[in-house]
């Protein structure tokens, strides 16, 4: 039997720091993509901190993929929401984590540190 590929948009090969935040999980942690394209992101679900929770099948979660900075320009990023379509656990210790990119956004990298710093005391006063 044949296998066939039903993507809809080819995917990229490419390892890039990225950053996932999800309310749900009340955590921000820094990870790296297995792959790109343009509906979905493989991630490789090992955080830089240690042991991170898993996300289920269908939970929405934000991810922000650092860009290699151009020095005219500065470091930008792709911020993006996607669903959590599956997830691979056959390395139990790194697991895949398969997004579908419901929104997809390029912004600067420095903007997203200003407003999760913004975020940071509204979320510590609803964990009080």
């Not at 394209?37 to 042991?51: D, K, P, Q, V, Y």
């Not at 911020?79 to 984590?97: A, K, L, W, Y």
């Amino acid at each position: 039997m044949k296998n066939i590929n039903r993507r809809e948009s080819p995917r990229i090969e490419i390892k890039l720091r990225c950053h996932v935040t999800s309310p749900a999980l009340w955590m921000n942690s820094d990870m790296f993509t297995e792959n790109i394209s343009r509906s979905g992101i493989l991630i490789a679900w090992r955080g830089t901190e240690g042991s991170i929770p898993l996300p289920a099948n269908g939970q929405i979660i934000t991810v922000e993929i650092e860009l290699p900075a151009n020095h005219g320009f500065g470091q930008k990023c792709i911020h993006c929401q996607g669903t959590v379509m599956r997830i691979t656990n056959s390395n139990p210790d790194f697991p895949h984590i398969a997004l579908r990119v419901n929104y997809m956004d390029f912004r600067s990298f420095h903007d997203r540190i200003r407003a999760f710093e913004a975020m940071q005391p509204v979320a510590s006063s609803w964990m009080a």
